[in-house]
């Protein structure tokens, strides 16, 4: 199937009344959320997927989705008017949104954050479009051992580019392997790692897991927030608009910001908040005039939402063409996927067709409906950022209890999403992040199926992995990535060595 008959073919799928509904609905409540400081994207999807099981493959995922890259544009809103970002990839735009917002220009800067998530947006999309069907094409030249070794480098990158120590980054993803094991084996059938406990021979439940280290953890750790201040300016339409220099000043970094996003975002471990970075440091490296960053410079804003926005489209490049997802929030896509049947990889886009190509198209409209979520109801979203956290995080705590227990209808999911939620906020305590965790859970079972079928297909003979070119090509790949990351490892600690002997008095 060509290109423009499967935009046709989505197109027809998107514009259902049910779909239609289900994506107005994600990207409402994907705004919602993200307008929220401290929950995320990952814990609404997390709260979200029971109630998918109900729904058809198509309306979840669409659903699901609109959570996702929904959150991406309401983060913006918490970030510039109180100084506390919605969602991570958010938190650039505190540096020049907030110094905005206390120069009378919240309402500009709320205006051009949604016109860059957009444009930045429906770039994504168009490189979604572009780039998907030629990796699923080169995603069928896959056997077991390229799959393997795929899923590592996804892991591998996902611990090592990660924010925070990449030893810790490899630590949760062994940690996560480890989690993926328990149950019952599927080749022999022998349960393993469940401890005498019935429950666990089913193994660890993925929405508890997901729910635990994303919900119940970030409300523990965010209930003693601090807010900068008040949202007491009320924003109307006059005050959004922008003056030429604005727009002016803002075309060529949002083109650039869409760039650099839709590039990371299909990268595994790197994603939106490495994008929006990314941007805001190449757009104060090429600026003439350096010193307004930090001080309301409107390309400070307008740079990482178009990148944030891009990488979370073109983040479902490898998840839907491949079937790897490349960070926390495509491994819960990927196993909302797997609940419903849908097997994601090479064969999806011809054995699916109608869902990958609406889900395409679903995007488009959805950002559509953000847009008009964003500007004319902006006022709605400054009256919820009023709302006491007091008030708010124990209704989210309900509704995570609800949502666990709704799964199967069983108590022990409830007690066990309580204990990962202790175990979670402990190692968010430790700086232990949790996302190469969940990476690892989902694509240990997998990870562990390619490589007992690589085995018994070469009759135990591991030399497979290296005799097959793209295998050993990304096993190359892998083995570069650690020495890298160990030789960055040691030259900080050689740096930092010379620092603290410097500031020895002789």
């Not at 109180?82 to 709320?110: E, F, H, I, W």
Request: charged letters at 10%.
């Amino acid at each position: 199937m060509d290109i423009a008959n499967g935009l046709l073919l989505g197109l027809q799928t998107a514009m259902q009344p049910e779909i239609l509904l289900y994506c107005f609905i994600g990207v409402f409540l994907g705004t919602l959320i993200g307008v929220l400081p401290g929950i995320g994207a990952l814990a609404a999807i997390s709260l979200l997927l029971p109630i998918t099981f109900h729904l058809e493959p198509v309306a979840a995922i669409v659903m699901l989705a609109g959570v996702y890259y929904g959150a991406q544009y309401g983060g913006s809103t918490a970030a510039i008017l109180l100084n506390l970002p919605g969602t991570p990839s958010s938190a650039v735009a505190c540096l020049d949104g907030y110094p905005m917002a206390k120069q009378g220009r919240a309402g500009v800067a709320l205006f051009m954050t949604t016109v860059a998530s957009f444009i930045g947006s429906m770039l994504g999309i168009m490189a979604l479009v572009a780039f998907a069907p030629g990796i699923a094409e080169i995603g069928l030249l896959f056997g077991a051992a390229e799959y393997f070794s795929i899923m590592l480098l996804g892991l591998i990158a996902a611990a090592t580019l990660a924010a925070g120590s990449p030893l810790k980054g490899l630590a949760m993803v062994l940690f996560g392997l480890l989690l993926g094991t328990v149950g019952t084996d599927v080749n022999s059938g022998v349960p393993r790692f469940d401890f005498g406990i019935p429950e666990l021979m089913d193994a660890i439940s993925l929405v508890a897991l997901a729910m635990a280290l994303f919900g119940i953890a970030e409300l523990i750790s965010s209930v003693n927030l601090k807010r900068d201040g008040e949202v007491k300016e009320k924003i109307t339409l006059r005050s959004m608009l922008p003056t030429r220099e604005d727009v002016r000043q803002s075309v060529r970094p949002m083109l650039r910001g869409s760039g650099i996003g839709g590039f990371m975002g299909a990268l595994p471990g790197a994603g939106p908040s490495i994008a929006s970075f990314m941007s805001y440091a190449i757009e104060k490296k090429v600026a003439k005039d350096p010193s307004r960053f930090g001080k309301g410079a409107i390309e400070g804003v307008t740079a990482p939402e178009s990148a944030n926005n891009a990488a979370a489209q073109t983040a479902f490049v490898p998840t839907l063409s491949l079937g790897i997802p490349g960070d926390a929030v495509m491994a819960l896509m990927l196993g909302a996927l797997i609940i419903h049947g849908i097997q994601p990889g090479p064969m999806l886009m011809t054995a699916q067709p109608e869902l990958f190509w609406g889900l395409i198209v679903s995007f488009a409209i959805g950002n559509v409906m953000l847009v008009i979520l964003n500007l004319p109801l902006v006022n709605i979203w400054v009256s919820i950022l009023r709302i006491p956290y007091h008030v708010l995080y124990p209704a989210i705590l309900v509704f995570i209890c609800l949502g666990v227990y709704s799964v199967h209808n069983n108590t022990f999911d409830v007690y066990m999403t309580a204990a990962l939620g202790v175990l979670g906020y402990i190692l968010l305590k430790l700086r232990f992040e949790p996302a190469p965790l969940l990476l690892g859970f989902v694509l240990g079972p997998m990870m562990e199926e390619n490589l007992r079928r690589a085995m018994l297909l070469s009759r135990g003979d591991p030399s497979t992995f290296i005799e097959r070119p793209i295998s050993a090509t990304v096993l190359g790949l892998c083995a570069a990535l650690l020495l890298w990351t160990a030789y960055a490892a040691i030259k900080r600690g050689l740096k930092r060595q010379e620092q603290e002997q410097d500031r020895i008095p002789e």
